[in-house]
């Protein structure tokens, strides 16, 4: 198994260049590849900072690319609930922070959109101001 970076990944969703999109296709084709939190919450930056996708299509993009056989995740369902949550309205990252958080009580954050947002999902966690 090897892990990968943020650009193999934007690579190989957006096909922006393509030498090193067969590059990427080629070394996530033929391995077992481990995808590390930090690089998850970095591709969706950069898929919506510096090109400019849409919500849903960064979602249906994770969702693609999470799913197949041979990608690994260190929690697979955690990802897919913040998926699903972004889908819902929430900021990815604001999501992916909650879903982490699960097993606790309360997550404090001074951002009021996020407390708001966070009313939508169906989580055991409440979403607090400090």
């Keep these: 198994m090897i892990s990968i970076d943020t650009n193999v990944i934007v690579r190989f969703l957006t096909k922006d260049d393509e030498k090193q999109y067969k590059k990427a296709y080629t070394l ?7 995808v590390p939190d930090t690089v998850i919450l970095e591709t969706e930056w950069v898929l919506r900072y510096a090109y400019e996708f849409s919500p849903k299509e960064i979602c ?5 690319f999470f799913g197949l056989k041979n990608v690994k995740l260190t929690n697979a369902q955690i990802v897919f609930t913040a998926i699903t949550w972004c ?15 699960q097993q606790f009580e309360a997550f404090a954050t001074f951002d009021k959109k996020f407390i708001k947002k966070a009313t939508l999902t169906e989580t055991s966690t409440k979403v607090i101001l400090p």
């Design 28 to 34: 996530i084709d033929s391995n077992d590849v481990y």
């Design 87 to 101: 889908r819902k309205g929430m900021d990815f990252a604001d999501a992916f922070h909650l879903a982490l958080s």
């Design 60 to 64: 249906e993009g994770l969702e693609y």
